[in-house]
């Protein structure tokens, strides 16, 4: 009896597991460039970093709750990886954002998930959705001027749509 109950935890953590993500790609330092495609697929998009190197974009997951970042050096070899999405990561973006270029926020959190004008304030609001148990997601105001404004947490309006009764929160 101990042991199905043992087996039946298992299961239960395993798709548990499986809901929260697709976990860490299986990618090594040094890798060829030209091997991360097999891994991950084409990039979303490129992005320019310091040194001639280049920051790979991979969008993932249900809803876009997941962005990996692939940091490749001048010769084409990974040199990093992270999921930009993580909530620790984004708390601490929130607090350096204010005055980030337009390109450094792509660069950092990959493309929103939604983009909408910024009311009666201007420029835009951009929106990512996040691995959570909340019913939340993450927003940047971006200005006329392309800086960042400010940056938080807020409420998932698809939370509140009553036609969609998977969602967290039901």
Not at 83 to 108: K, N, V, Y
Not at 132 to 144: A, H, P
């Amino acid at each position: 009896m101990k042991r199905m109950v043992a087996i039946s935890v298992l299961v239960v953590l395993a798709g548990l597991t499986g809901c929260a993500g697709f976990g860490a790609p299986a990618l090594r330092v040094g890798q060829a460039q030209t091997e991360i495609a097999s891994v991950l697929g084409q990039p979303n998009a490129r992005h320019a970093l310091p040194g001639g190197g280049t920051r790979l974009e991979f969008a993932r997951g249900p809803m876009g709750r997941e962005t990996w970042m692939v940091d490749v050096d001048a010769n084409g070899r990974v040199v990093d990886w992270l999921q930009a999405l993580e909530e620790p990561r984004l708390h601490a973006f929130q607090a350096r954002a204010p005055g980030m270029s337009r390109d450094e926020l792509l660069r950092t959190l990959g493309r929103p998930g939604e983009r909408r004008r910024g009311g009666w304030a201007g420029g835009e609001v951009w929106s990512w959705r996040f691995v959570t148990n909340e019913c939340q997601w993450f927003q940047v105001s971006l200005g006329d001027d392309q800086r960042v404004r400010d940056a938080g947490f807020g409420i998932d309006p698809r939370c509140d749509d009553r036609r969609e009764p998977s969602l967290p929160g039901r």
